[in-house]
Protein backbone atom coordinates (compact mmCIF):
# COMPACT_ATOMS: atom_id res chain seq x y z
CA UNK A 1 0.00 0.00 0.00
CA UNK A 2 1.01 3.57 -0.24
CA UNK A 3 2.95 5.06 2.50
CA UNK A 4 2.00 8.10 4.42
CA UNK A 5 4.94 9.40 6.44
CA UNK A 6 4.11 12.21 9.57
CA UNK A 7 6.02 13.60 11.61
CA UNK A 8 6.83 14.07 14.65
CA UNK A 9 5.65 11.29 16.05
CA UNK A 10 5.01 12.93 19.46
CA UNK A 11 6.22 16.39 20.80
CA UNK A 12 5.51 18.34 24.33
CA UNK A 13 5.17 21.74 23.90
CA UNK A 14 4.49 24.70 26.42
CA UNK A 15 1.53 26.30 26.96
CA UNK A 16 1.11 29.42 24.00
CA UNK A 17 3.61 27.80 21.40
CA UNK A 18 3.11 26.93 17.92
CA UNK A 19 3.72 23.37 16.88
CA UNK A 20 4.36 22.18 13.07
CA UNK A 21 3.48 18.59 11.98
CA UNK A 22 4.04 17.13 8.33
CA UNK A 23 2.41 14.68 6.60
CA UNK A 24 4.34 13.53 3.19
CA UNK A 25 3.00 11.13 0.52
CA UNK A 26 6.11 9.28 -0.26
CA UNK A 27 5.23 6.99 -3.50
CA UNK A 28 2.48 8.78 -4.24
CA UNK A 29 0.46 12.01 -5.46
CA UNK A 30 -1.78 13.49 -2.63
CA UNK A 31 -4.68 15.40 -4.49
CA UNK A 32 -5.95 15.55 -1.04
CA UNK A 33 -5.03 15.25 2.28
CA UNK A 34 -7.53 15.24 5.55
CA UNK A 35 -6.18 16.03 9.18
CA UNK A 36 -7.79 14.32 12.14
CA UNK A 37 -7.42 14.71 16.28
CA UNK A 38 -8.64 11.80 17.93
CA UNK A 39 -9.25 11.81 21.68
CA UNK A 40 -7.93 8.73 23.92
CA UNK A 41 -11.42 6.05 23.47
CA UNK A 42 -12.88 8.13 20.49
CA UNK A 43 -13.31 8.19 17.23
CA UNK A 44 -11.38 10.21 14.35
CA UNK A 45 -12.62 13.70 14.13
CA UNK A 46 -12.10 15.20 10.75
CA UNK A 47 -10.45 18.32 11.30
CA UNK A 48 -10.46 20.26 7.46
CA UNK A 49 -9.39 18.68 4.56
CA UNK A 50 -6.64 20.16 2.57
CA UNK A 51 -6.50 20.16 -1.44
CA UNK A 52 -2.85 20.80 -3.17
CA UNK A 53 -2.77 24.87 -4.20
CA UNK A 54 -5.99 25.67 -2.46
CA UNK A 55 -7.42 26.52 0.95
CA UNK A 56 -8.12 24.15 3.24
CA UNK A 57 -11.74 23.52 3.89
CA UNK A 58 -12.42 23.36 7.73
CA UNK A 59 -14.80 21.55 9.84
CA UNK A 60 -17.52 23.37 11.70
CA UNK A 61 -16.27 24.31 14.88
CA UNK A 62 -12.77 24.20 13.75
CA UNK A 63 -10.91 27.28 14.03
CA UNK A 64 -9.28 28.03 10.76
CA UNK A 65 -6.41 30.74 12.46
CA UNK A 66 -5.37 28.23 15.16
CA UNK A 67 -5.20 25.16 13.30
CA UNK A 68 -3.26 26.15 9.92
CA UNK A 69 -2.86 23.98 7.06
CA UNK A 70 -0.62 24.34 3.92
CA UNK A 71 -0.51 21.87 1.20
CA UNK A 72 1.90 23.08 -0.84
CA UNK A 73 2.61 20.36 -2.92
CA UNK A 74 1.06 17.18 -4.19
CA UNK A 75 2.99 15.43 -1.77
CA UNK A 76 3.20 17.74 1.58
CA UNK A 77 0.76 19.08 3.80
CA UNK A 78 1.76 20.79 7.23
CA UNK A 79 -0.84 21.34 10.35
CA UNK A 80 -0.15 24.49 12.29
CA UNK A 81 -1.22 24.63 15.82
CA UNK A 82 -0.72 27.77 16.67
CA UNK A 83 -0.58 29.56 20.17
CA UNK A 84 -1.09 25.63 21.78
CA UNK A 85 -2.86 25.43 25.27
CA UNK A 86 -3.40 22.15 27.49
CA UNK A 87 -6.79 21.57 25.72
CA UNK A 88 -4.92 21.35 22.64
CA UNK A 89 -3.54 18.03 23.73
CA UNK A 90 -4.60 15.10 21.03
CA UNK A 91 -3.53 12.39 18.55
CA UNK A 92 -3.06 14.05 15.47
CA UNK A 93 -3.42 11.95 12.50
CA UNK A 94 -3.51 12.76 8.85
CA UNK A 95 -4.01 10.89 6.03
CA UNK A 96 -3.83 11.05 2.14
CA UNK A 97 -6.12 9.95 -0.95
CA UNK A 98 -4.42 8.93 -4.09
CA UNK A 99 -5.27 9.61 -7.23
CA UNK A 100 -4.58 6.16 -8.44
CA UNK A 101 -5.21 3.64 -5.80
CA UNK A 102 -9.30 4.20 -6.71
CA UNK A 103 -10.45 6.31 -3.37
CA UNK A 104 -8.35 4.42 -0.88
CA UNK A 105 -7.26 6.44 2.27
CA UNK A 106 -3.80 6.18 4.04
CA UNK A 107 -3.09 7.33 7.09
CA UNK A 108 -0.10 8.92 8.60
CA UNK A 109 1.51 6.94 11.71
CA UNK A 110 0.02 10.07 14.01
CA UNK A 111 1.24 12.60 16.39
CA UNK A 112 0.78 12.89 20.09
CA UNK A 113 0.69 16.28 21.30
CA UNK A 114 1.04 17.21 24.81
CA UNK A 115 0.50 20.90 26.03
CA UNK A 116 1.82 21.61 29.00
CA UNK B 1 -29.27 9.72 13.69
CA UNK B 2 -25.13 9.02 13.33
CA UNK B 3 -24.18 8.92 9.75
CA UNK B 4 -21.80 5.52 10.29
CA UNK B 5 -22.73 3.47 13.36
CA UNK B 6 -21.02 0.71 14.95
CA UNK B 7 -21.64 -0.69 18.39
CA UNK B 8 -18.47 0.27 20.86
CA UNK B 9 -17.65 -3.20 22.45
CA UNK B 10 -15.85 -4.46 23.30
CA UNK B 11 -16.76 -7.83 21.36
CA UNK B 12 -15.44 -10.66 23.05
CA UNK B 13 -14.37 -13.93 21.06
CA UNK B 14 -12.43 -16.69 21.62
CA UNK B 15 -9.02 -17.64 19.61
CA UNK B 16 -9.86 -19.54 16.48
CA UNK B 17 -13.78 -18.22 16.46
CA UNK B 18 -15.27 -15.86 13.57
CA UNK B 19 -15.34 -12.25 14.85
CA UNK B 20 -18.07 -10.31 13.27
CA UNK B 21 -18.34 -6.69 13.10
CA UNK B 22 -21.19 -4.67 11.75
CA UNK B 23 -21.64 -1.25 10.15
CA UNK B 24 -24.71 0.80 8.74
CA UNK B 25 -24.99 4.08 7.18
CA UNK B 26 -27.47 6.87 6.52
CA UNK B 27 -26.75 8.36 2.94
CA UNK B 28 -28.01 5.89 0.63
CA UNK B 29 -25.52 7.24 -2.34
CA UNK B 30 -22.60 5.98 -0.52
CA UNK B 31 -20.63 4.17 -2.66
CA UNK B 32 -17.07 3.48 -1.23
CA UNK B 33 -17.10 1.16 1.77
CA UNK B 34 -14.01 0.89 4.14
CA UNK B 35 -12.29 -1.51 7.23
CA UNK B 36 -9.45 -0.08 9.34
CA UNK B 37 -7.78 -1.31 12.36
CA UNK B 38 -6.45 0.67 14.63
CA UNK B 39 -4.49 -0.30 17.78
CA UNK B 40 -4.35 1.88 20.72
CA UNK B 41 -2.22 4.87 20.39
CA UNK B 42 -1.69 4.33 16.48
CA UNK B 43 -3.00 5.43 13.37
CA UNK B 44 -5.46 3.20 11.25
CA UNK B 45 -4.57 0.57 8.75
CA UNK B 46 -6.65 -0.13 5.87
CA UNK B 47 -7.91 -3.77 6.22
CA UNK B 48 -10.61 -4.09 3.44
CA UNK B 49 -12.53 -1.94 1.24
CA UNK B 50 -15.67 -2.73 -0.90
CA UNK B 51 -17.68 -1.23 -3.47
CA UNK B 52 -20.15 -3.18 -5.06
CA UNK B 53 -23.30 -5.64 -3.45
CA UNK B 54 -22.08 -8.67 -1.98
CA UNK B 55 -19.07 -10.54 -0.57
CA UNK B 56 -14.91 -10.03 -0.81
CA UNK B 57 -12.56 -12.37 0.55
CA UNK B 58 -8.74 -11.29 1.54
CA UNK B 59 -7.48 -14.15 3.15
CA UNK B 60 -8.60 -14.30 6.50
CA UNK B 61 -11.11 -11.42 6.26
CA UNK B 62 -13.94 -11.25 4.60
CA UNK B 63 -16.38 -7.55 3.24
CA UNK B 64 -19.65 -7.82 3.43
CA UNK B 65 -21.85 -4.96 1.89
CA UNK B 66 -25.71 -5.11 1.40
CA UNK B 67 -26.56 -1.35 -0.42
CA UNK B 68 -30.32 -1.97 0.37
CA UNK B 69 -30.46 -2.68 3.60
CA UNK B 70 -27.48 0.24 4.08
CA UNK B 71 -25.15 -1.90 6.40
CA UNK B 72 -21.21 -3.36 5.69
CA UNK B 73 -19.70 -5.98 7.73
CA UNK B 74 -16.39 -7.34 8.67
CA UNK B 75 -16.03 -10.80 9.40
CA UNK B 76 -12.44 -12.34 10.56
CA UNK B 77 -11.66 -16.14 10.74
CA UNK B 78 -9.69 -17.64 12.80
CA UNK B 79 -9.55 -15.06 15.14
CA UNK B 80 -6.14 -14.72 16.63
CA UNK B 81 -4.89 -12.72 20.09
CA UNK B 82 -3.20 -10.38 17.63
CA UNK B 83 -6.53 -9.54 15.82
CA UNK B 84 -7.53 -7.14 19.43
CA UNK B 85 -8.04 -4.02 18.48
CA UNK B 86 -10.50 -1.23 17.33
CA UNK B 87 -12.10 -1.85 13.53
CA UNK B 88 -13.20 1.81 11.91
CA UNK B 89 -15.79 1.61 9.27
CA UNK B 90 -15.23 4.10 6.93
CA UNK B 91 -17.94 5.63 4.21
CA UNK B 92 -17.13 7.86 1.16
CA UNK B 93 -20.27 9.21 -0.95
CA UNK B 94 -20.45 11.21 -3.84
CA UNK B 95 -18.48 14.18 -1.99
CA UNK B 96 -14.58 13.99 -0.90
CA UNK B 97 -15.38 13.16 2.60
CA UNK B 98 -15.01 9.82 3.94
CA UNK B 99 -17.12 9.46 7.41
CA UNK B 100 -15.87 7.52 10.11
CA UNK B 101 -17.74 5.32 12.75
CA UNK B 102 -16.91 5.61 16.46
CA UNK B 103 -15.13 1.82 15.78
CA UNK B 104 -15.76 -1.44 17.54
CA UNK B 105 -13.08 -2.81 19.99
CA UNK B 106 -12.49 -6.32 19.42
CA UNK B 107 -11.18 -8.82 22.22
CA UNK B 108 -9.14 -12.10 21.32
CA UNK B 109 -9.14 -14.46 24.12
CA UNK B 110 -6.67 -16.83 24.43
Known amino acids: GAVVSQHPSWVICKSGTSVKIECRSLDFQATTMFWYRQFPKQSLMLMAT?????????EQGVEKDKFLINHASLTLSTLTVTSAHPEDSSFYIC????????????FGSGTQLSVL | QKEVEQNSGPLSVPEGAIASLNCTYS??????FFWYRQYSGKSPELIMFIYSNGDKEDGRFTAQLNKASQYVSLLIRDSQPSDSATYLCAVKGGTYKYIFGTGTRLKVLA
Open chain 1, 95 to 106: SARSRSSNEKLF
Open chain 1, 50 to 58: SNEGSKATY
Open chain 2, 27 to 32: DRGSQS
